[in-house]
């Protein structure tokens, strides 16, 4: 099938165990063309390792807030999602994220004697409306914007970068990392190279399987994800028994898989944004009698656990954030165990898994943390901030970006999840697969 064909719109919801959260991970107000408040980076050297960078950055957000003044009244956070259209319920959860730290802020008085304010921008489900609703953004003088999600994000990044509103997109587009060509944009979500790395690795030194095929939609995102693996597969020596692309919406897998068993494969690495056929190949898989790993991203645990055995489901592995996971002798961090219970008190928000409400609420506090430090609202000096100081959030520690990669994450901050393992008292918490 041709690596080109049926260009859909991403519906990237990266699911962990019922959680939306990337695959597949990303905003605040004043003039669009270059800030008002021109004052100087205040930068630390940047911190080693995730206990240090909240330490440091809690200190900086106690010591500087104190004595900030802004010179606005209100910060206006752009938000481009699919407020309408087929991807709102899904997406819906992301901008819970945004919303529940603005409101934490402004309980608090807001920042700098300013109130933080959520401005929308509706895509509609479609990526025809990515541009608009940025450049829509832009007129309305806002500094930073959460978004786009998916695939789709980076259709924002000109528009954005244009007006020097910082971008935390949540795709593992590539080019939302480059710094040179898109210096205020950020990719708030690992990358390709790192969940493919991470899953070739697991077969190969963990259950020491080297005929590995590999699946992925016929998308952006599936153009984007599937040549990486085959890439990182060669680096070490590996070809795919089967590469192979398929349409979204494939309602029968039987033929794709025989060809897998015809093969001799011993594993298939999965890529796919999230709907329905993830399930659908797991249901085809039990037709043929065909139990070998599967792994990689789209699995929803809530949906595939009542419908599928158990036993089955135990080789069954999803790619997600190492925070969302647990081990026999290790539970889950204690920071994220407390975000799970803010959220229930904050009216049930994560019912799709707070892998999908927690990026933008990070990335907000993130830039808080620059706006603190830098005593500002300067786009330059909040992004030169960033680059140097990490950030230690909910979801990961935010420790990879540098001057030239907009990467906010080290691979050692994902890890595999057993779908197998899945409870609803504990979503979107898993089982980290064996041996990680």
Not at 187 to 206: A, G, I
Not at 222 to 243: A, H, I, N, R
Not at 297 to 326: E, M
Request: proline share 5%; net charge positive; hydrophobic share 35%.
């Amino acid at each position: 099938m041709s690596a080109r064909q049926n260009r859909r719109f991403s519906r990237r919801s990266l699911v962990r165990g019922g959680s939306v959260g990337a695959g597949l991970l990303g905003l605040i107000a004043i003039a669009c063309g270059g800030n008002d408040d021109k004052t100087s980076s205040a930068t630390t050297p940047r911190a080693s390792g995730a206990a240090n960078a909240g330490t440091q950055t809690a200190a900086i957000q106690a010591t500087g807030a104190a004595d900030l003044k802004l010179n606005t009244n209100e910060v206006g956070i752009g938000f481009i999602s699919s407020f309408t259209g087929p991807l709102a319920p899904i997406y819906a959860e992301f901008v819970a994220g945004a919303k529940l730290a603005i409101d934490e802020i402004n309980q608090k008085g807001g920042l700098g004697g300013a109130q933080f304010k959520l401005i929308e921008a509706d895509d509609q489900s479609n990526p025809a409306q990515v541009t608009a609703a940025a450049l829509g953004l832009v007129d309305k003088k806002i500094s930073f914007c959460c978004g786009p999600i998916g695939s789709n994000a980076i259709s924002a990044s000109p528009a954005l970068n244009q007006g020097k509103i910082i971008q935390a997109g949540y795709s593992d587009n590539p080019e939302l990392a480059n710094a040179s060509k898109f210096p205020y944009t950020f990719r708030f979500v690992w990358s390709p190279e790192q969940s493919s790395k991470l899953l070739v690795d697991y077969y190969t030194k963990q259950l020491n399987i080297d005929k590995i095929a590999v699946l992925g939609e016929n998308t952006v995102y599936g153009q984007t994800d599937l040549p990486t693996t085959t890439k990182y597969m060669e680096s070490v020596g590996l070809k795919p028994t089967v590469s192979e692309y398929f349409a979204p919406g494939t309602a029968d897998f039987v033929p794709l898989l025989r060809k897998v068993q015809d093969t001799g494969s011993k594993g298939i690495i999965w890529w796919t944004q999230g709907g329905p056929e993830a399930n659908t190949v797991i249901r085809n898989m039990g037709d043929i009698n065909m139990n070998i790993p599967i792994a990689g991203i789209g699995f929803s645990a809530g949906q595939l656990k009542p419908n599928i055995p158990g036993d089955r489901l135990n080789n069954v592995f999803s790619v997600g954030w190492k925070r969302t996971s647990y081990t026999a002798t290790e539970p889950a961090p204690e920071k994220y165990l407390a975000w799970q219970k803010k959220l229930e008190a904050a009216g049930g928000l994560g019912k799709l898994g707070s892998g999908g409400t927690a990026p933008f609420y990070d990335f907000i506090n993130y830039v808080v943390a620059g706006i603190t430090a830098t005593k500002g609202l300067d786009s330059k000096a909040i992004v030169e901030y960033m680059q140097k100081t990490p950030y230690d959030g909910v979801l990961a520690n935010y420790s990879a970006i540098t001057d030239k990669d907009h990467s906010t994450t080290k691979e050692d901050q994902i890890t595999l999840g057993v779908i197998g393992s899945y409870e609803e008292a504990k979503r979107p918490l898993l089982l980290r697969a064996k041996g990680l």
